[in-house]
């Protein structure tokens, strides 16, 4: 039982890493095609401890991006390891489960995020982009965790040996 807790941890930080990272890259660009600075939407998140003007930010800095990209990046983590755990229990290892099970978990993520959370406890891209672009982060969660989710069931797999370098 331990075992299968610390196989799942270790699969979430893969999957969560894979998700936060193409999200702050999804971020980026969405930023950049509403005419924001590519930095704002990371230092959005920032909020919680730096209140609202925090996505006003323009400008890379330890205070709010690095604050604001550990925050997000826990909070990938986060869900990725309820996914992790699903997608693990499940009989179906293939990628569209993977895919369906991320989609749901994202959903879970947003509702949650923007419904159920205090204002300071949400994302804070809200302050920064459209509600269209905020959706879009959401959906490449999913294939991140996705992606992730394939990776750790690859390593998971009879055979499958890691190469050593």
């Given amino acids: 039982m331990v075992n299968r807790w610390k196989e799942t941890a270790g699969a979430?930080?893969?999957?969560?890493?894979?998700?936060?990272?193409?999200?702050?890259?999804a971020?980026?660009?969405l930023a950049r095609s509403e005419r924001k600075s590519i930095f704002q939407p990371t230092n959005a998140?920032?909020?919680?401890?730096?209140?609202?003007g925090a996505g006003r930010v323009r400008v890379a800095d330890v205070r709010h991006t690095l604050l604001g990209y550990c925050t997000h990046h826990l909070s990938a983590i986060f869900w990725a390891l309820p996914f992790e755990?699903?997608?693990g229990a499940g009989r179906?290892?293939?990628a569209a489960t993977a895919l369906r099970k991320a989609a749901l978990t994202a959903a879970l993520a947003a509702l949650i995020d923007y419904r159920w959370v205090?204002?300071?406890?949400?994302p804070g891209w809200e302050t920064v982009l459209s509600k269209r672009s905020v959706g879009a982060t959401f959906a490449v969660m999913a294939i991140g965790l996705a992606m992730g989710g394939m990776m750790s069931e690859k390593r998971?797999?009879?055979?499958?040996?890691r190469q050593r370098r």
């Fill in 12 to 25: 979430a930080m893969t999957s969560g890493t894979i998700a936060s990272i193409a999200r702050t890259v």
């Fill in 27 to 29: 971020l980026a660009l």
């Fill in 45 to 52: 998140t920032s909020h919680w401890l730096h209140g609202a």
């Fill in 85 to 87: 755990a699903w997608l």
């Fill in 92 to 94: 179906s290892k293939d």
């Fill in 118 to 122: 205090p204002k300071r406890l949400t």
């Fill in 156 to 161: 998971q797999r009879p055979g499958f040996r």
